[in-house]
T-cell receptor
């Protein structure tokens, strides 16, 4: 079983739509969780950390479900600029992170 | 202001010809990482330094070596590049702190082509 698993998508949505996707992680002892955004042929960039109580940053909402070992990302009012690959990232051991393979989101006009 | 800098951004090398990629950071973070990322795949951790302590991943080929002469700089040496080593190489840093989130900050990457 992979440490972090994501639905690869692609999620193809119109502008203004809401899109949501999950990732699951295997290690119940994981302590910290993140969503990174990666544009084509660019480096991953931290989108948001995911806190136990869930958190929101503008149009982005992240949730953590420890019991079921998944985290989610919801994007409201999608913009063309939200088109990217979203990487689910989990702290597994110490200060090393494990990355999912990414969920591709394409927002169309 | 650039925080994690990688040079060169693009590197072309010949099969078997050694190559060195460099990374520098202005964040004063104590941990530096090297990842290899191939198309449509997750970044794969090759090794990392916690200060001067080197930590190799078990499945990192011996062909890959690293040096960290000081806090700011880290190098990735590929001794004999093969065609399968063509990839994006990402450097990242993080600051270890008690009870904190170990978020990592990435450089722009070096895209390696092997001919």
């Amino acid at each position: 079983r992979k440490e972090v698993e994501q639905d690869p998508g692609p999620f193809n949505v119109p502008e203004g739509a809401t899109v949501a996707f999950n990732c699951t992680y295997s290690n119940s002892a994981s302590q910290s969780f993140f969503w990174y955004r990666q544009d084509c042929r660019k480096e991953p960039k931290l989108l948001m950390s995911v806190y136990s109580s869930g958190n929101e940053d503008g149009r982005f909402t992240a949730q953590l479900n420890r019991a079921s070992q998944y985290i989610s990302l919801l994007i409201r009012d999608s913009k063309l600029s939200d088109s990217a690959t979203y990487l689910c990232v989990v702290n597994m051991i110490g200060y090393k992170l494990s990355f999912g393979a990414g969920t591709t989101v394409t927002v169309r006009a | 202001d650039a925080m994690v800098i990688q040079n060169p951004r693009y590197q072309v090398t010949q099969f078997g010809k050694p190559v060195t990629l460099s990374c520098s950071q202005t964040l004063n973070h104590n941990v530096m990482y090297w990842y290899q990322q191939k198309s449509s795949q997750a970044p794969k951790l090759l090794f990392h330094y916690y200060d001067k302590d080197f930590n190799n991943e078990a499945d990192t080929p011996d062909n890959f070596q690293s040096r960290r002469p000081n806090t700011s700089f880290c190098f990735l040496d590929i001794r004999s590049p093969g065609l399968g080593d063509a990839a994006m190489y990402l450097c990242a840093t993080s600051r270890v702190r008690t009870g904190g989130f170990y978020e990592q900050y990435f450089g722009p990457g070096t895209r390696l082509t092997v001919t």
